[in-house]
T-cell receptor, first 114, second 110 residues
């Protein structure tokens, strides 16, 4: 199965620490998206890449958040100086370029801030 | 701003009957609509989609209907099966922006 892969599946850390998540998209997909999901809500868009270019960022993405996709393949999402409110499921999705292309999601990284 | 709304947090149906999940959107710039299914501890799985030039798309037991004038879409599952029990999210996309509803938990009783 060559679906979207996310690591780690779970991350528990103390408030104030930095965390980094990795996403490996479906290999032929050139678009990659990051979302955040909290309990009882749908996924909320954070940012997206087309190849290595970060084309859009949500205002939800504060200065403590940074995402990279250096070679247009895998992506990392880093959160610096984590806060309690950062506790959530972080989802990655990928899609082909072009209109009307569905996004395919990974199983997410669940972040818990102690 | 809730641009995509699923007003029913839960729905329970009997096996073999029809399940109808509803979704409303506010932004007329959306031109592509999707339904995702989510099991616990897994990411959302793409189910079916429809572009704004159509009013119906069917894939096996799943049919999505789009009413653009009402800004409303629905997912019909018939016949419903216990394995369909999951949270269903609708999503609306346009201009590289995709918004999700809060989800409807479907329970199909044997």
């Amino acid at each position: 199965d060559t679906g979207v892969s996310q690591n780690p599946r779970h991350k528990i850390t103390k408030r104030g620490q930095n965390v980094t998540f990795r996403c490996d998209p479906i290999s032929e997909h050139n678009r990659l998206y990051w979302y955040r999901q909290t309990l009882g809500q749908g996924p909320e868009f954070l940012t997206y890449f087309q190849n290595e270019a970060q084309l859009e960022k949500s205002r939800l993405l504060s200065d403590r958040f940074s995402a990279e996709r250096p070679k247009g393949s895998f992506s990392t999402l880093e959160i610096q100086r984590t806060e309690q409110g950062d506790s959530a499921m972080y989802l990655c999705a990928s899609s082909l370029r072009g209109p009307n292309q569905p996004q395919h999601f990974g199983d997410g990284t669940r972040l818990s801030i102690l | 701003d809730q641009q995509v709304k699923q007003n029913s947090p839960s729905l329970s149906v009997q096996e073999g009957r029809i399940s109808i999940l509803n979704c409303d959107y506010t932004n007329s710039m959306f031109d592509y609509f999707l339904w995702y299914k989510k099991y616990p501890a897994e990411g959302p799985t793409f189910l079916i989609s429809i572009s704004s030039i159509k009013d119906k798309n069917e894939d096996g037991r799943f049919t999505v209907f789009l009413n653009k004038s009402a800004k409303h879409l629905s997912l019909h599952i018939v016949p419903s099966q216990p394995g369909d029990s999951a949270v269903y999210f609708c999503a609306a996309a346009g201009n590289n922006d995709m918004r999700f509803g809060a989800g409807t938990r479907l329970t199909v009783k044997p």
